[in-house]
């Protein structure tokens, strides 16, 4: 064993003291082993909670200092909800010592004095604030939202318009249905999508402000769209040729962007495609999608995803999938968007006689091949889609 491994175990050899803080936020901080992280972080309650309750005292002021810097930046960076929830107990046991530091008279050192015990509570008070801020959780709900009316009810989630009320924007805001809160799986997926929402920043794809709970319900605060859904732009007066090819490759470019951060979608539809007032085309609701990166959930052995819009592999199992299944899917939005809202079964007609030569042969052939039933067939990447389809216009007629 190394020095430096000799190093990291050594608070797990003997018995927990003050000074093994700094070497249990040094695994914290170096560490790419998730359960090394977890049980370090889970020792560090442990030692703040035996602090608190023998002889020894509650730690000293400059150890708390530390562990506010250190937690600081594993807070802003944590994406794992696992480890969030036992940093989250390692500041309730932080927020005992604060308790027991406003009365010394409770206290195991009585020579703990009012100057001592304000120190203490002020370094308490900064870690509560470092962990709101880093979660969006400063200050009650209301407080900082103004709640206007309902976008949307599906069948996990219900989506409302509202008001920062700090700086006066519109957002959209997903509450996991009540009904859901006893059902870890889909707890699990609800914290899964904004995970995938804070990895994948991209101008076409919706963005996540905060995430947090209320009053028990879990939520996710995004930014609201004022030009509403693909789906809702189709049935209003269809889409104009080179707009809807405009919007699609930019469908594209956030879907290649997701796929190369191992992200499947699994739910590419108009409706999951939300606009703004200018026709930027943002990629939402990944409520369904697979983490080729993480570990797979137990409800992925099931079929899920919109069947007019899944791939035959999707369909059989969606724990099959892979990026190519995303391009079948935008296969059919393609045919769905370019023909104003057509959506055969099976059978696709021609696009250009469809529309009486308005729309290429070439843009055909593209919707042709992202329905391959064979994935290998298919358009390999986003990124490859998106070529062709732009080269599709100069065919045009």
Not at 104 to 116: I, K, V
């Amino acid at each position: 064993m190394t020095g430096k491994d000799e190093e990291r175990t050594t608070v797990y050899r003997r018995g927990l003291r003050p000074r093994d803080i700094p070497s249990l936020l040094k695994i914290l901080r170096e560490s790419h082993d998730a359960s090394l992280r977890k049980s370090s972080l889970r020792l560090l309650g442990r030692l703040i909670g035996d602090n608190v309750s023998s002889e020894k005292g509650p730690p000293h002021t400059v150890e708390l200092s530390v562990v506010k810097n250190e937690l600081k930046q594993l807070f802003t960076a944590e994406k794992d909800m696992e480890i969030s929830a036992i940093i989250l107990r390692v500041l309730n046991r932080l927020e005992a010592v604060r308790s027991l530091a406003w009365d010394p008279a409770r206290s195991f050192d009585r020579d703990l004095g009012e100057e001592e015990a304000g120190k203490i509570f002020k370094e308490v008070t900064r870690l509560k604030d470092i962990y709101n801020e880093a979660h969006g959780q400063g200050g009650a709900f209301d407080q900082r939202y103004e709640v206007l009316h309902e976008i949307a009810t599906g069948g996990m989630c219900r989506i409302v318009r509202g008001i920062r009320k700090e700086d006066k924007v519109h957002v959209a805001i997903k509450f996991l249905l009540e009904r859901f809160l006893d059902t870890p799986e889909v707890i699990k997926r609800f914290h899964r999508e904004s995970e995938i929402l804070i990895r994948l920043r991209h101008r076409n794809i919706v963005s996540i402000y905060e995430r947090g709970e209320v009053e028990g319900c879990y939520y996710i605060v995004m930014e609201f769209m004022e030009g509403g859904s693909l789906d809702d732009y189709i049935g209003s007066d269809g889409v104009e040729y080179t707009e809807g090819l405009s919007i699609l490759c930019q469908v594209c470019e956030a879907l290649d962007m997701a796929h190369e951060n191992g992200i499947i979608h699994r739910d590419i539809k108009p409706g999951n495609v939300l606009l703004t007032r200018d026709r930027v085309a943002k990629l939402t609701d990944f409520g369904l999608a697979k983490d080729t990166r993480a570990s797979e959930l137990t409800t992925e052995s099931t079929v899920m995803g919109t069947e007019v819009y899944m791939a035959p592999e999707q369909r059989a199992l969606s724990k099959g999938v892979d990026r190519t299944t995303d391009i079948y899917s935008m296969g059919v939005m393609i045919y769905e968007v370019l023909s104003g809202g057509e959506l055969p079964v099976d059978d696709y007609p021609s696009l250009n006689q469809l529309t009486e030569g308005i729309i290429s042969r070439e843009v055909d052939e593209v919707v042709e091949k992202c329905l391959k039933r064979r994935p290998g067939d298919r358009f390999q990447s986003a990124g490859e889609l998106k070529k062709a389809l732009s080269l599709s216009w100069q065919g045009k007629g």
